[in-house]
């Protein structure tokens, strides 16, 4: 289907998705967030499809947050369904089978970090703005920001960058955990794309495994968190990918994973 507000691309097994508002610095307005939302869907459907990247159109922004145009007369039940919508579609990214890079070429902030933080690993160029203004409209984070924040970054810097609205540069990001990568603006897209050829050298059972022991566990109690892992590692064991790697490994070649 046609899309009006994000692009998609599928070359060589990676889907690159890109938020396209360049004009409003590619801020999260509801047809923004639906059409993304169909997008991850058919990223999961995709065979073809191994790994996805999520950045913005334009040199400014990731994105700005959510579209505040669409918060004016907003109200109550009304603003519970559009967060629980925001909240549902960033939660699909954790969930997606498949690992989502973020490639933050500028502003993240508000949605935009949120949308970064529910990303599996994100790299960010050297003029990449990151933050959670909403205190300065009035209102808090509501697409994941108090929640996933403080898991990243500890509880005291969230409180400080939710409480102050400040925003803080890409080094400093990497330094708190808040990035992965910061690369000169230039270099972006190529890093991302070494990393993306690097997951896709290892794509196997165990890459969504991996991931799906991670998100689950991370919000369990240590001891279910194993149960997790441990279930998962025997799902592993019984994949042809197993049979490979490890045949690989003892006949000194590099493993070819089918994913199967
Ligand atoms: N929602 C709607 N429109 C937005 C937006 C948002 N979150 N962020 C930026 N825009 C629009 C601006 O209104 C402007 O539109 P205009 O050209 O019609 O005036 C356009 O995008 C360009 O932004 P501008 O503010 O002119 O760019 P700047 O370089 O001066 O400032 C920011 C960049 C990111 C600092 C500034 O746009 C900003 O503070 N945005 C809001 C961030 C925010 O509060 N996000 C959380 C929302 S809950």
Redesign the pocket.
């Known amino acids: 289907m046609a899309f009006h507000t994000i692009m998609l691309a599928v070359e060589d097994g990676i889907a690159t998705i890109t938020l396209n508002r360049p004009?409003?610095?590619n801020?999260?307005?509801r047809a923004l967030v639906e059409e993304l939302d169909q997008a991850l869907d058919q990223v999961e459907r995709n065979e073809a499809v191994k790994v996805a990247v999520i950045t913005g159109a334009g040199e400014?922004?990731f994105a700005?947050?959510?579209?505040?145009?669409e918060?004016t007369g907003l109200k109550g039940v009304e603003a519970l369904k559009h967060m629980e919508k925001i909240q549902r579609v960033f939660l699909k990214i954790e969930r997606l089978s498949k690992s989502v890079v973020a490639a933050v070429n500028g502003?993240a902030?508000?949605?935009?970090c949120e949308l970064m933080m529910a990303c599996d690993i994100a790299y960010a160029s050297e003029t990449a703005?990151f933050g959670?203004?909403?205190i300065?409209?009035g209102?808090i984070?509501?697409a994941g920001g108090t929640q996933r924040l403080p898991r990243l970054v500890g509880k005291m810097r969230a409180k400080e960058l939710i409480l102050t609205g400040d925003?803080i540069d890409a080094a400093e990001a990497y330094r708190i955990g808040l990035v992965n990568k910061v690369v000169p603006s230039g270099e972006l897209m190529n890093e991302v794309k070494k990393l993306c050829e690097k997951l896709l050298s290892k794509w196997a059972v165990a890459l969504k495994l991996a991931k799906a022991a991670i998100e689950e566990g991370s919000n369990a109690p240590l001891q279910e968190g194993m149960g997790i892992e441990a279930k998962a590692e025997a799902i592993c064991f019984s994949t042809e990918d197993k049979e490979e790697g490890v045949a690989a490994f003892l006949e000194k070649r590099k493993p070819v994973f089918t994913g199967r």
């Open positions: 004009e409003r610095l801020a999260l307005n400014k922004a700005a947050g959510a579209d505040i145009n918060f502003y902030l508000g949605g935009g703005r959670q203004p909403e300065n409209l209102i984070p509501g925003m």
